[in-house]
C-alpha cells in the first residue's frame, strides 16, 4: 500500500487498519515490465521489475520528502538499472540489478537518494573448476586454471590482469643484454669479425663505422638501463653497407625455446644524423638445426622465422615483435641493423639495449641473464675471458713491470722452455683460442724478460680443455734460464 495522509482526527476504519498492518509485512507491490519514472505514490511500496530485456528505473527530484524509502526488485532476466534523472544516487555497492536482486532506495532528501543493494548474485563464487582463481575484471572473475606445468605471470594486457605462460619463465637467454660488459674495450672498428661489447658481434663489411659503448642517460623512458651500444658510422663515410649487431645464442640455450611463441623486445633510439631512409632499422630472428654455429658462417636448416622493422626516434622506445621458433630448432640468432644512405653526418647511429627473449605474445619487464653484475660477467667469461686490463685492447695496454699491468708470469727453465700455469675465470665453453701477447711491443706470440725489457719470441702451448686451472708449458723460446718472462693473453670460445 502506498503511504497514506491522514487529517487530524480522523478515525480510521477496521479496513483501514487491517490494510495498515498487513503493509507492515508485505509492502504493496507495483508490477512493471517497461522501463519505469518513480512518482510520489511509490514510496512505501516494492517496485518489481520483469523483462527479458535490459531496464531502468529513473529517480527524479523534488518527488519524495526526506525520510521515504521504497524497494527495488529485478525479478526479470534482463539488468535493471536504478537511474538518477533529476535527483542523485548514490551507493557503496551497484545500481545494476540482476534478476532476482533486490535494494532498497532511500531519500535523505527531496533530490539526494541512497540505493542499499543487497546483491546476493554478486557474493556468489564464479569458480567452477579445481585450480581456478577469484580474480577481478569490473566484477568479480573467474581465471581458470592453466595447463600442467604452466606459470602464472602479470598481463596488463589481458581482462584480469594475469595469464599462464607455458613452461616456466625462461632466462633472458640474450648474454650482456645491457652493454654492460666490454672486456675488448668500449670502442671498436666495425669489421666481418669484430666483437664490441661482450657476446656482441659488430658486423660491417667495409671501414667507416665504430661501435661503442654509450651512456644512456634516461632513467624515464628505461628501466635503469646504464648502457647501449651504439652503431655508427662515422662522419663524412659515404660507403653504404648496413651495419649490423649480432648475437649468436648456443645450442643449450636455445633448445628451450624450440616449438614455442617467443616474444623479442628491446630499446632503441637513433642519433639525429640517422641516415636510415625510412628511420627505422631492422630486426631478424635466425634459427638453426646444427650445433653452436656462427650465423655469419652459415647455419645448418637455416631459417628466418621473424623480419621485422622499428622505425626510431631520438626518444628510447621499447619494441616488441612475436613469432613462432620451429621445434626442430637448435641454434637460434639475432640481428640488428641498418640500411645507411648518403654521406654520414656527426650523428648518423643507433643505438641498443635492453634485449630479451620470452616464451609467450608478452614482453615481460626487463632482465638480465644473471641477476648481478658479477654473474653477467662470469657469464660472459665463458666465450672469452683475457688478462689485458679493462679499458685496453690487445694494442694498447700498459707495459708490464713499468706500469703496474696485470699478466701472467712464467719463469725460464734452461734457455728453451717457460713453464708455469694460468686460471681462467671460470671454465670455457669449449677449449678456447689462446693467443698470448707481449707486455712490451703488443704483438701477439712474445713475452717480455721482465729484467731487460726485451721481448723473445715464444710458442704458448696451452692444455686441452677449458677446465679453470688450465696447466700451461711453453717451448721454443731463447730464454734465459731463471729469469721471470711477463705476457698478457686473451682465450676465445666465441661461436
Known sequence: MAKQVYTTGQILTAAQMTTLQANDYNQTVSAKTASYTLVAADAGTRITMSNAGATAITVNTAVFTAGDTLTITNIGAGVCTVTAGTATVSTSSTLALKQYDSGQLYFSSTGVAIFFASDAADSSSPLTTKGDLYTFTTTDARLAVGSDGETLVADSSTATGLRYTAGTVQANPILNSAAQIWQRGTSVTGSTTAFCADR??????????????????????????????????????????????????????????????????????????????????????FTGTGTDQNVYSGYTGQAVPNNTSATLTTTWQ?????????????????????????????????????????????????????????????????????????????????????????????TANGTSDLFGSLQYPVAMRTTPTFTAYSGNNRTAGNARDMQTGSDIVFTPSPQTGNNRLLSYVTVGATATSGRPYGFQWTASAEL
Do not use: H
Not at 663489411?205 to 646504464?226: E, Y
Not at 651504439?230 to 640455450?253: C, F, H, V
Not at 636455445?254 to 628491446?266: L, Q
Not at 644473471?370 to 690487445?394: K, M
Open 318 to 410: 621499447r619494441f616488441t615483435t612475436t613469432f613462432a621458433i620451429a621445434a626442430t630448432a637448435t641454434e637460434i640468432s639475432i640481428l640488428f641493423g641498418y640500411n645507411p644512405v648518403g654521406t654520414a653526418g656527426a650523428a648518423d647511429y643507433f643505438e641498443l639495449t635492453g634485449v630479451q627473449m620470452d616464451i609467450g605474445s608478452v614482453a615481460l619487464p626487463f632482465r638480465t641473464y644473471a641477476g648481478t653484475i658479477q654473474g653477467e660477467l662470469a657469464a660472459c667469461q665463458r666465450y672469452y675471458s683475457t688478462s689485458i686490463p679493462t679499458g685496453y685492447t690487445v694494442t694498447d695496454f700498459p707495459i708490464m713491470g713499468t706500469s703496474g699491468a696485470g699478466g701472467q708470469i712464467f
Open 200 to 285: 656482441w658481434q659488430a658486423y660491417r663489411n667495409t671501414t667507416g663505422s665504430t661501435f661503442s659503448r654509450q651512456v644512456t642517460g634516461d632513467t624515464t623512458n628505461l628501466p635503469n638501463i646504464q648502457y647501449a651500444i651504439r652503431a655508427q658510422r662515422n662522419s663524412g663515410d659515404t660507403a653504404t653497407n648496413d651495419l649490423n649487431i649480432t648475437q649468436n645464442i648456443e645450442t643449450a640455450n636455445s633448445i628451450p625455446f624450440a616449438g614455442k611463441t617467443v616474444t623479442v623486445s628491446f630499446y632503441a633510439r637513433k642519433g639525429a644524423n640517422f641516415s636510415s631512409s625510412t628511420s627505422s632499422i631492422f630486426t631478424q630472428v
